[in-house]
Nanobody
Framework: QVQLVESGGGLVQAGGSLRLSCAAS????????MGWFRQAPGKEREFVAAILWSSSIGRYADSVKGRFTISRDNAKNTVYLQMDSLKPEDTAVYYC???????????????????WGQGTQVTVSS
């Protein structure tokens, strides 16, 4: 099966930056969506960003639009989340996920994703 491994989390001050990576291993389909979700203490899982692998069409939650950038590297089978201008409310465990299938626009619904990574902690202090 497909395995997803996140890395790059850590502790950063407000206004700082982090880049998360999600490396995929195993066989994959040619058409799929890669997404980032997060879950903060006492909160439900929420959508952050997603990208269609083949076309690089992206989608962002309103709360991160203009601050976060999602991208992918075909050769490395890796998706990235560049996080700039971080805020304390960005503190959460960030999860990488994959949704199989061909679509015109990335999904923001976590229930529609098929595979999940183990998560990486992002803590933003002030």
């Amino acid at each position: 099966q497909v395995q997803l491994v996140e890395s790059g989390g850590g502790l950063v001050q407000a206004g700082g930056s982090l880049r998360l990576s999600c490396a995929a291993s195993g066989r994959t389909y040619s058409s799929y969506t890669m997404g980032w979700f997060r879950q903060a203490p006492g909160k439900e899982r929420e959508f952050v960003a997603a990208i269609l692998w083949s076309s690089s069409i992206g989608r962002y939650a309103d709360s991160v639009k203009g601050r976060f950038t999602i991208s992918r590297d075909n050769a490395k089978n890796t998706v990235y989340l560049q996080m700039d201008s971080l805020k304390p409310e960005d503190t959460a465990v960030y999860y990488c996920a994959r949704r199989d299938g061909s679509y015109y626009y990335p999904s923001d619904h976590w229930r529609e994703y098929d595979y999940w990574g183990q998560g990486t902690q992002v803590t933003v202090s002030s």
